[in-house]
């Protein structure tokens, strides 16, 4: 018997039947597609979080490069609450606040991305440089932020609207030595 990630039954060797690797790539993308959401949707289910009684957890950023630091961060956050939205700023938002040639990945796949790992319950892409307007659609319990901000330095903006919808701002320590900046720099020397 084989069994996909989801462990779904993909195969019988007794039944003679067998499933095919794309198959279990498909079925794995429809998962992933289901936690990408809009900010109208994300609203949504933020509301019936709330109404059962839930905590819903969200944090934003660019994940350019996803490495094993943002997979620490994003399972500390969410174990915070009883469901992780991540906000996800698209690639224009990206490259006026990381520069020229960022992203490395456009917003479509940094998405899929994120919304492959089990931590994420949702991904929403929002075209601002600031997460703003995502906070106020979700109306999160808790705000996750990675030890390289603190309460005093997130965006004044951002922080007003966390305060308007009553989230409690949790800072989680930064993992030392993994930075999408260092893993760029690291390619740049291979590449001399």
């Known amino acids: 018997m084989w069994f996909n990630a989801d462990g779904e039954l993909v195969g019988d060797e007794s039944a003679g039947f067998q499933n095919s690797s794309s198959h279990i790539r498909f079925r794995g993308q429809q998962l992933m597609q289901t936690k990408i959401i809009d900010l109208q949707e994300l609203a949504q289910r933020a509301r019936e979080l709330r109404g059962a009684g839930k905590k819903l957890v969200v944090t934003n950023g660019c994940f350019d490069l996803l490495h094993l630091g943002h997979v620490r961060y994003l399972q500390a956050a969410r174990k915070l609450g009883d469901a992780l939205a991540v906000g996800l700023n698209g690639d224009r938002s990206v490259s006026k606040l990381k520069g020229n ?75 030392k030595g993994y930075s999408t900046s260092f893993l760029l720099e690291q390619l740049r020397n291979a590449r001399q």
């Open 101 to 175: 040639g960022r992203p490395i990945n456009n917003e479509s796949d940094r998405a899929e991305i994120l919304a492959a790992l089990s931590c994420v319950d949702f991904v929403s892409v929002f075209p601002e440089m600031r997460a703003t307007r995502f906070i106020r659609a979700a109306q999160p319990a808790i705000y996750a932020k990675g030890g390289d901000y603190t309460s005093e330095s997130l965006n004044p903006e951002e922080r007003a609207a966390l305060q308007e919808v009553g989230a409690e701002i949790r800072i989680i320590p930064f993992e």
